[in-house]
C-alpha cells in the first residue's frame, strides 16, 4: 500500500509503497481508509514539539473514515464490511499490539491509529461503527475535529447558557468549539484568529464577535467586548504562552481557562497562581475528555438531524501524493476549515 512516512523531523513527508505483515495480532483490525483529515497534532510531529522522535521513521495521522476488512483473533465489537470512524481516543474493545510495517527491507512504526495510508492496522479500541450510509467525508472528522471541539465545550469548559467565551484559533478543531459553544447558547462568543477566511467561517459556525490578532490587539478587543467583569472560558489552541498567559488573565475570579493546544517542548508559562486557589480553573484537555463509543453516535445523529453544521468544514480535498501541499498550506492558512486526504 502506499504511505506517507515521518523520516525525519523538520522535513516532508516521504509518500512510498510499504508492507504490510502477513497476519492480524490479538485486538487488530485491518480497514481501508476513505479519508483522512490532518490536525494540528501531526505538524508538532513533523515540527519536533514534544522533542526528539525516538520512533522514526513511523506513519502518522489520527482521524479518519474507512471500512473493516478483516479482523484479527478477540476482536467483538467490530467487523468485516462496518463502517467505522478511526479515532485516537480510546473507545470499545481490545488495545491491541501496535503493527510494524516494511520499507525497502527496513521497520516502518506505527502507533494504535495512523490514517496517513491507503490501509490501516488499527487497534479495535481505536475504531467506532457508524451507520453504512453515513457521508464517509464528514465521518473522517468524528476522529477527532468534532469530538475534540465539541468535548471541549461539554467535558472540559462545561460552558452555560449565556457564557462568555474566548477561543484562540479557529481552525478545525476551534471552529468546532465555536460551534459547540453556539449550540448550548454561549455569549459572546469571541473567535480570534490571523486569518480571515477562517474567521468568516467562524461567524457561520456562530462566532458573535471577531477578531483578527494580526493587526488588532486582541487583549484589547476582548476586554472593550466583555468589560470588566472578565471572560467566563478562555479556550486556547495555539499552545503560546503568552496567548495562555493572556487568556488566564482576562479571565475572572472563577473563570476556566482550557488550553487545546500543546506548548513546544522547552515553552514555559508564567502565572500568579493564587486566583487558583479561590475558583479559577486551568486545565489542560486531552482530546476534550471524549468517550468515542458513546460521543461518536450522540454527535453523528445531530449531523443526520441538521442540527450541526459539518460539511461546511471540509473546504479542501488532496490526495495522498499531494499531503505535503495540504501541510504547507495549513501552516500559511490559506485552508479555512479541514483539509481532507482522500483516498477514492
Known amino acids: 500500500m502506499k504511505a ?3 523520516v525525519e523531523q523538520r522535513q516532508p513527508l516521504v509518500v512510498a509503497e ?22 494540528g497534532s501531526q505538524l508538532g ?18 482521524e479518519a473514515s474507512g471500512t473493516v476488512v478483516s479482523i ?47 490501509y490501516a492496522i488499527v487497534s479495535e479500541n481505536r475504531c467506532t461503527v457508524i451507520p453504512s450510509d453515513s457521508d464517509l467525508q464528514v465521518a473522517a472528522l468524528f476522529g477527532c475535529a468534532v469530538t475534540t471541539g465539541f468535548g471541549v465545550v461539554e ?15 479557529a481552525g478545525g478543531i476551534g471552529l468546532n468549539i465555536v460551534q459547540a459553544a453556539s449550540l448550548v447558547s454561549g455569549y459572546p462568543i469571541i473567535a480570534v484568529d490571523l486569518h480571515d477566511n477562517r474567521l468568516e467561517l467562524a461567524k457561520k459556525m ?19 467586548i466583555i468589560g470588566g467583569v472578565g471572560v467566563d472560558v478562555f479556550i486556547d489552541n495555539t499552545g503560546q504562552p503568552s496567548i495562555i498567559e493572556m487568556g488566564y488573565q482576562l479571565t475572572k475570579a472563577q473563570g476556566r481557562v482550557v488550553l487545546v493546544g500543546v506548548p513546544r517542548k522547552g515553552k514555559e508559562i508564567t502565572i500568579y497562581s493564587l486566583p487558583l486557589h479561590f475558583g479559577k480553573v486551568l486545565i489542560g ?44 498550506h495549513m501552516r500559511n492558512g490559506s485552508l479555512r476549515g479541514r483539509c481532507l486526504v482522500s483516498f477514492e
Not at 510499504?18 to 490536525?39: A, D, F, N, R, S
Not at 467535558?155 to 484559533?169: M, R, Y
Not at 458573535?208 to 472593550?224: F, P, V
Not at 468515542?292 to 480535498?317: A, C, G, M, V
Open 4 to 6: 506517507a512516512i515521518l
Open 18 to 39: 510499504i508492507e504490510l505483515p502477513q497476519q492480524l495480532e490479538l485486538g487488530q483490525v485491518l480497514v481501508k481508509v476513505h479519508y483522512t483529515g490532518i490536525c
Open 45 to 62: 510531529e513533523i515540527d519536533g514539539a514534544k522533542g526528539p522522535d525516538r520512533f522514526l521513521p513511523h506513519l502518522l495521522g489520527h
Open 72 to 118: 484479527g483473533p478477540g476482536v467483538k465489537h467490530v467487523k468485516p464490511d462496518d463502517v467505522v470512524v478511526l479515532h485516537w481516543r480510546k473507545g470499545l474493545g481490545i488495545e491491541s499490539a501496535p503493527p510494524t510495517y516494511l520499507w525497502q527491507g527496513s521497520t516502518v512504526n506505527a502507533g494504535w491509529v495512523t490514517t496517513f495510508n491507503e
Open 155 to 169: 467535558n472540559n469548559a462545561k460552558l452555560k447558557i449565556g457564557e462568555s467565551v474566548v477561543v484562540f484559533g
Open 206 to 224: 456562530g462566532a458573535t464577535h471577531l477578531i483578527n490578532g494580526s493587526r488588532e490587539d486582541a487583549k484589547a478587543q476582548i476586554t472593550e
Open 285 to 328: 484537555s486531552h482530546g476534550g475528555d471524549c468517550c468515542p463509543h458513546l460521543d461518536i453516535p450522540r454527535y453523528h445523529n445531530l449531523f443526520r438531524l441538521n442540527r450541526i453544521k459539518l460539511r461546511e468544514l471540509i473546504t479542501d480535498h488532496f490526495s495522498l501524493t499531494q499531503i505535503n501541499e495540504a501541510i504547507q
